[in-house]
């Protein structure tokens, strides 16, 4: 009877999850979210009680950061409540039934980025213009009810979910549509990640063996902790990098060397400046890091910028373990997550699910354990 309804409530939190973002209906659409990340909080907490219960040692170092900032900082204290609200729903959604999730979470993924596509191409935009990058020309368009960064994640989702799909029709459709709504939107990050992601998939593919995997799975990790501290060496060595490489940054190299400034200024290095609810007077250009590394450095400090990156290099090696098995969607969907950190930062430490919900799946069903063994074929 518990499971049954679990399931439902699992399909309606990943569907108000996906309606959130569109904007009329935003701020109602996180606050249900909330309710039910509560509910999944309180099954957590009885799921904690099982005998046999272990709880995964990357997850309580990362909810061991999240308490220190809580309790360090002391400002806006709730936001913090909230994103462990959340780690500890999707731990619970992802120990209750990790192939049902995975599989429901993929089709309304596609579903969302048809219905987009649809309101892309047929309504007017309430934006259109162009960025010039480097001398070349990038047309975009906006609707203001439907945020085309986010628009774009799904469709990049869309195209990697796409391979795992039996029907070729099918993966040919998505993929087509997808690859549409990404150009007519014109993200150049989404761009550029898909790019990077599928050129890193077919050097996996050319390379990656059991003879090489230890130098591959260095040199990734190496490319990791560069995509990690990119923000700390452009704010260092940022005078003297190529004027061409700062101006694909669009200014904001200017923002990540606010966001550092402040953290200096404030002696906040060491366990951050907790959730601070207006950014504008660190920098008049935005009121977001639009770095997700950053981010978390600057509201959890050099100890949850710690935790973080093992957290998230533990996972990478979980997924280079799937490409061992033979199964590449997990390296494509965390790679190509972890290139669009560096340029935005609503993907962890908010409420909105979605990245985190990976992340999980990732770190606690792909793991090279025996009790993991026999899940690679699930994400395939």
Do not use: C, W
């Not at 934006?127 to 960064?149: C, H, M, N, T, W």
């Not at 195209?159 to 150009?183: G, P």
């Not at 990098?241 to 700062?246: F, G, K, Q």
């Amino acid at each position: 009877m518990l499971a049954n309804f679990n399931k439902i409530l699992i399909n309606i939190y990943l569907i108000v999850m996906l309606l959130s973002i569109y904007m009329p209906i935003k701020e109602s659409m996180l606050y249900l979210l909330v309710l039910m990340n509560t509910y999944f909080f309180i099954q957590f907490l009885i799921y904690l009680k099982k005998e046999n219960f272990k709880i995964n040692m990357y997850l309580l170092i990362v909810f061991s950061s999240l308490i220190i900032s809580i309790v360090m900082s002391g400002k806006y204290f709730y936001y913090s409540l909230v994103n462990l609200l959340v780690i500890s729903a999707i731990y619970y959604i992802v120990e209750f039934d990790f192939k049902y999730l995975l599989d429901r979470l993929r089709i309304y993924i596609f579903i969302s980025t048809a219905v987009n596509f649809y309101f892309y191409f047929t309504l007017k935009p309430d934006y259109s213009g162009a960025k010039v990058v480097s001398g070349i020309l990038i047309e975009r368009v906006q609707l203001d009810f439907l945020p085309l960064s986010i628009t774009s994640i799904l469709a990049l989702l869309t195209f990697v979910l796409s391979d795992s799909l039996r029907s070729k029709l099918l993966v040919y459709t998505l993929k087509f549509m997808s690859i549409l709504l990404i150009i007519h939107l014109g993200k150049l990050s989404v761009i550029a990640t898909l790019l990077l992601t599928y050129s890193s998939f077919f050097l996996l593919k050319l390379f990656y063996n059991k003879t090489t995997k230890y130098y591959m799975n260095t040199i990734y990790i190496g490319i990791y902790v560069l995509i990690y501290i990119f923000v700390f060496l452009l704010f260092i060595f940022g005078d003297s990098m190529p004027p061409e490489i700062i101006q694909l940054l669009t200014l904001r190299d200017q923002i990540y060397s606010a966001f550092i400034q402040y953290s200096l200024d404030n002696n906040t290095i060491l366990f951050g400046n907790g959730y601070i609810n207006n950014f504008t007077y660190i920098t008049d250009l935005t009121t977001s890091a639009h770095n997700q590394y950053l981010n978390i450095f600057f509201i959890l400090g050099i100890f949850g910028y710690i935790v973080f990156i093992i957290f998230f290099i533990k996972i990478l090696l979980n997924t280079l373990h799937g490409v061992e098995k033979g199964s590449y969607m997990p390296f494509k969907v965390f790679f190509s997550i972890s290139l669009l950190m560096t340029m935005d930062n609503y993907f962890i430490l908010t409420v909105f699910p979605l990245t985190m919900i990976f992340m999980l799946l990732f770190l606690l069903k792909l793991s090279p354990s025996k009790t993991n063994y026999n899940n690679i074929g699930v994400f395939k």
